[in-house]
């Protein structure tokens, strides 16, 4: 059963691409009718993600993804194009109609996607959860754990706390009283299925709802109150499902999501009770994993949200662990996956240990404020807990504490800071500052050449983009350096309008005339395909991938992206107009070039010889080519 056609074009015309996308990437104007962000379809310090909200299109040329908002949605949600449309016609308040395929009788308009049903099956979940944790007598327990750790029943409606009842059914009940079938809850993760039947996989626990960017609940937190309880762990969570996957999912993010991108700061802390305490002490931008570590995805996720893209000093990610081992072990791990970020990475530790939801319960909202505001980086964290475990009295003790703390001042990634950290290291150990400087020069070297920090993690080496596996001379060029930018524009025209360029010119372009080892490969390729003679006879998708064969495969991604940038101009004059001018300059470039090395030639030849003569022919030739070049380039 599908959609009417009129009814997805009215849906995707009407709905504001930039606000669906905007839930879940912090975008910036980037030029007329142009938005720019962190792709969140792969892993990106610079924003190559584009929205061109006029056109309804979204377009990465890091990954290379794009399309229209339904597309989009499909991509970040996991959706079916029905779903997506489904979603996007409930936001817009907008009742679909369905093609009647078959002809017989009219269409189920109650047959909607999967997504939306599993969706639907944990809001009534929430919805009962919640109901039991204020009416039912057997979640006294639950009301009492909030209570003791200080939130009344405002903050248990507020963040949407819950009771899952202890009778491993009554859930299923009272989903299966709203038609949902057998296979809704178990694929949604609110039922098991065990030799008898399915049971509620939550059973006389508190239950946190943890919702989705888009606030839709897509999973659920539990924790332990009964004695008697046959699952020991203290938390439960949903498993995988088609909705939730605990790697993506931070609870609080739909809460915090506004915030987090105001401020460009996000508060990472250990628990649901935490999250709860922070927002209450007015902490609104902290968030927690779910039943997991914070790892690739997560710091994706909110890189994404703050606009961590290095242009903006401001943003900043503060963890709070528990001081003991545990908590720096964590803490630790944590430093590893900084070198991911680009944003000031801090720790805030209490200083008798406790977490932010106990601070609150002891010494009030103020207190938990403090504890963020008196984050410390996370490297100096990491530095005095290596330190801690040493006797610095001791000689042996401070040149064992300068060969462990060393390599973490050489990791630092604001290069700019390690003389400061060198001094401050200087200082903890109780040693001059030369030999800690050696040492620290030492271990830049050693992690340069290794590509291993003092743990054995990755270097911090050019992680920008995600062709990092291309060979070194082949990565996608500086998109500031000028002669980069040339060459780039040039190649673009030269692959998406061989019609438009000076084809003479464009063809004597010789071996050498790309600077840029990538942009010299992807040249190579077009002469390889034929060039421009070649280029004319076919249609442009042909051409370019014509072009995209020639190529090896290290550049077959930089050729494709090259194929789909947009030209700057908007008027098929100005195109050409630009078309030509851009390989003309490709060819001056070029023709400078030549003209450079001629002179040195003449110079270190026998004035008189006629290698000279050979030479300074060669050399006046150039330079009347270059002349009728700018001519021409002026010209038009
Ligand atoms: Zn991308």
């Not at 706390?161 to 299966?176: C, D, I, K």
């Not at 109150?225 to 609870?251: C, G, H, M």
């Not at 902290?286 to 690739?296: E, L, P």
């Not at 503060?318 to 970020?341: I, M, P, S, W, Y």
């Amino acid at each position: 059963m599908r959609i009417r056609r009129e009814d997805v074009d009215h849906v995707r015309e009407r709905t504001h691409i930039e606000e669906v996308i905007g839930e879940h990437v912090t975008l910036k104007a980037a030029g007329i009718g142009s938005m720019k962000g962190l792709c969140p379809f792969h892993d990106e310090k610079t924003p190559s993600f584009n929205v061109r909200p006029p056109l309804g299109r979204w377009h990465c040329f890091g990954c290379d993804e794009g399309g229209d908002v339904i597309a989009f949605l499909q991509r970040i949600d996991h959706l079916t194009f029905a779903e997506a449309v489904e979603r996007l016609a409930a936001g817009l308040g907008y009742s679909l109609r369905y093609e009647d395929d078959d002809g017989r009788g009219p269409a189920r308009r109650e047959q909607v996607g999967q997504r939306q049903r599993l969706v639907e099956a944990h809001r009534t979940a929430a919805e009962y959860y919640a109901d039991q944790l204020a009416t039912s007598p057997d979640a006294l327990a639950g009301r009492r754990f909030l209570a003791e750790r200080g939130f009344d029943r405002d903050a248990a409606v507020r963040f949407g706390v819950g009771f899952a009842p202890r009778s491993g059914e009554a859930l299923l009940r009272h989903l299966r009283g709203r038609a949902f079938t057998e296979d809704e809850l178990v694929t949604s993760g609110l039922a098991g299925r065990g030799q008898r039947g399915l049971y509620d996989r939550f059973r006389g626990r508190l239950v946190w709802p943890i919702r989705d960017l888009a606030g839709d609940v897509v999973g659920f937190g539990a924790r332990r109150l009964f004695e008697d309880d046959r699952i020991e762990a203290k938390y439960l969570n949903t498993p995988d499902t088609v909705l939730y996957k605990k790697s993506q999912v931070l609870y609080g993010l739909d809460l915090a999501k506004r915030e987090v991108a105001r401020l460009r700061k996000v508060v990472v802390v250990e628990g649901y009770t935490d999250v709860m305490a922070c927002h209450l002490s007015g902490v609104e931008t902290a968030v927690a994993t779910c039943g997991t570590a914070f790892g690739a995805d997560h710091i994706r996720i909110v890189r994404r949200l703050i606009g961590d893209d290095g242009s903006n000093a401001r943003a900043e990610v503060v963890f709070t662990f528990d001081g003991d081992a545990a908590g720096q072990k964590a803490a630790l791990r944590a430093f590893e996956e900084d070198q991911r970020f680009v944003a000031q990475t801090s720790i805030a530790v209490a200083r008798d240990n406790m977490d932010p939801c106990e601070l609150r319960q002891a010494r009030g909202d103020e207190a938990v404020r403090e504890l963020v505001e008196s984050r410390q980086p996370l490297v100096e964290f990491a530095i005095r807990s290596t330190l801690a475990t040493l006797d610095l009295d001791t000689a042996e003790g401070r040149v064992a504490g300068l060969r462990a703390a060393a390599p973490w001042v050489a990791r630092i990634r604001d290069v700019s800071l390690r003389p400061e950290y060198t001094r401050m290291l200087a200082g903890w150990l109780g040693m001059e500052a030369e030999p800690v400087r050696r040492a620290v020069a030492q271990a830049s070297r050693a992690v340069r050449s290794s590509g291993a920090g003092p743990s054995g993690g990755r270097a911090t080496g050019h992680e920008d983009h995600p062709e990092g596996a291309l060979p070194a001379g082949l990565r996608r060029p500086d998109p500031r350096d000028p002669v980069a930018r040339i060459e780039r524009e040039a190649l673009e025209c030269l692959l998406q309008v061989p019609d438009l360029v000076p084809a003479e010119d464009a063809d004597a372009l010789g071996e050498d005339a790309f600077e840029v080892p990538a942009y010299r490969t992807v040249h190579h390729a077009i002469r390889a395909a034929g060039g421009m003679a070649v280029a004319r006879s076919l249609t442009p998708s042909a051409w370019a991938e014509a072009v995209a064969e020639a190529a090896p495969d290290a550049v077959r991604q930089i050729v494709s992206e090259l194929t789909v940038l947009p030209l700057p101009a908007d008027t098929d004059e100005a195109l050409a107009r630009y078309a030509w001018s851009v390989v003309l300059r490709v060819a001056e470039v070029e023709v400078t070039r030549v003209i450079g090395n001629l002179h040195s030639r003449v110079q270190r030849l026998d004035q008189a010889g006629p290698e000279a003569e050979e030479a300074f022919a060669d050399l006046m030739a150039a330079e009347s080519y270059r002349r009728a070049l700018r001519d021409r380039i002026t010209g038009g």
